[in-house]
C-alpha cells in the first residue's frame, strides 16, 4: 500500500522559512517524479514544483527564487524548502507521486499525501 506522510508544516512570519518534508513508502521511490502542490481555502489545489527522476526540478513561476525541491532516494523523502515566505504563501501543501500525463496537473498523480498546513502571517 503506497503512503505519502508530509510533515514541517506550521505557522511562521512573513519573510521566514520552513521546510516540509514528504515520506513514501510502498512504491519504487526511486522511479517517481515526485511533485507538490498546494490549496488555498476557496480555490482549487494548483502546482508549486515537481523534481523527476534524475533530479531536474520545474516551479511554479511564484515561487521561483523562494521554493527549492528536492529527494533523498535513500530516504523514499521529497523535500520543498520554503524561502521568503509571503501571506499568499498559505495553503494545505500536498505531495504526490506523478503516474502519468503533465507534471502540472493534479490528475496526473496517482497518490497523495493527507498535506500539511502552512500558515504565514503578515
Known amino acids: 500500500q503506497v503512503q505519502l506522510v508530509e510533515s514541517g508544516g506550521g505557522l511562521v512570519q512573513a519573510g521566514g522559512s520552513l521546510r516540509l518534508s514528504c515520506a513514501a513508502s510502498?512504491?519504487?521511490?526511486?522511479?517517481?517524479?515526485m511533485g507538490w502542490f498546494r490549496q488555498a481555502p476557496g480555490k482549487e489545489r494548483e502546482f508549486v514544483s515537481v523534481?523527476?527522476?534524475?533530479?531536474?526540478?520545474l516551479y511554479v513561476d511564484s515561487v521561483k527564487g523562494r521554493f527549492f525541491t528536492s529527494r533523498d532516494d535513500a530516504k523514499n523523502t521529497v523535500y520543498l524548502q520554503m524561502n521568503s515566505l509571503k501571506p499568499e504563501d498559505t495553503a494545505v501543501y500536498y505531495c504526490?507521486?506523478?503516474?502519468?500525463?503533465?507534471?502540472?496537473?493534479?490528475?496526473?498523480?496517482?497518490?497523495w499525501g493527507q498535506g500539511t498546513q502552512v500558515t504565514v502571517s503578515s
Open positions: 504526490g507521486a506523478f503516474t502519468e500525463g503533465n507534471y502540472y496537473s493534479t490528475t496526473s498523480y496517482g497518490y
Open positions: 510502498g512504491l519504487t521511490f526511486s522511479s517517481y517524479a
Open positions: 523534481i523527476v527522476r534524475g533530479g531536474t526540478t
